[in-house]
């Protein structure tokens, strides 16, 4: 079964407003990595975490790895209807051989 | 050359047809993957290729053979598919197992 969990499953936002999207582990990952993935699309890479406890930011994206390293989160502030897209985590288990488990995913639809 | 390229884009095919999805890459990653995404569902691993040599196959239905002609290609041969594995099919290359993977745009596939 899933070992990544991703909430919440849908984030309608108003343009301009703030959002977060969590992850969850039930094993230790060595790194997990974030993904997007417009409508029509295909995933895009958007950021890997390694450290325990690493904050990283992309302009208006902020990406944080748990303590624990099972753990994560990404939050948008003042979103923009470009932000529009599926938002996949991605965790890679210290025992898996590199394969990507995904989380569920987060689709964002944003109202102007 | 920073992209991953699938062919064809769209295919639709019948039951009992035989056909083959193409993934090619250019930027010497060893590791390559192909994935099934059903509609609002995260990408779904079905085989890996590291250093041309299968090396995970995630108990994939032997309708669906992989093949590594080299080290830019991959290849996906259908035969006898069911309407069921309609789908997007998605090609991915990391230069190590575990970082960063770079998508292609996928072959969406129908079958009647």
């Known amino acids: 079964g899933q070992q990544v969990m991703q909430i919440p499953q849908y984030q309608h936002v108003q343009e301009g407003e703030d959002f977060t999207t969590y992850c969850n582990s039930s094993?230790?990952?060595?790194?997990i990595q974030w993904y997007k993935q417009r409508p029509g699309g295909h995933p895009v890479f958007l950021i890997q975490?390694?450290?325990?406890?690493e904050v990283k930011k992309q302009k208006r994206l902020t990406f944080q790895f748990g303590e624990a390293k099972k753990n994560s989160s990404l939050h948008i502030t003042a979103t923009q209807t470009t932000d529009v897209g599926t938002y996949f985590c991605?965790?890679?288990?210290?025992?898996?051989?590199?394969?990507?488990?995904f989380g569920a995913g987060t689709q964002v639809v944003v109202t102007p | 050359d920073t992209e991953v390229t699938q062919t064809p884009k769209h295919l639709v095919m019948g039951m009992t047809n035989k056909k083959s999805l193409k993934c090619e890459q250019h930027?010497?990653?060893?590791?390559m993957y192909w994935y099934k995404q059903k509609a609002k569902k995260p990408p779904e691993l079905m085989f890996v290729?590291?250093?041309?040599?299968?090396?995970i196959n995630e108990s994939v239905p032997s309708r669906f053979s992989p093949e590594c002609p080299n080290s830019s290609l991959l290849n996906l041969h259908l035969h006898a598919l069911q309407p069921e594995d309609s789908a997007l099919y998605l090609c991915?290359?990391?230069?190590?197992?575990?970082?960063?993977?770079?998508f292609g745009p996928g072959t969406r596939l129908t079958v009647l």
């Open positions: 975490l390694v450290k325990s406890g």
């Open positions: 991915a290359s990391t230069p190590d197992r575990g970082n960063e993977q770079f």
């Open positions: 930027m010497g990653h060893r590791a």
């Open positions: 094993t230790t990952l060595s790194n």
């Open positions: 991605a965790g890679v288990p210290t025992d898996s051989w590199g394969k990507l488990q």
């Open positions: 290729y590291s250093y041309e040599k299968l090396s």
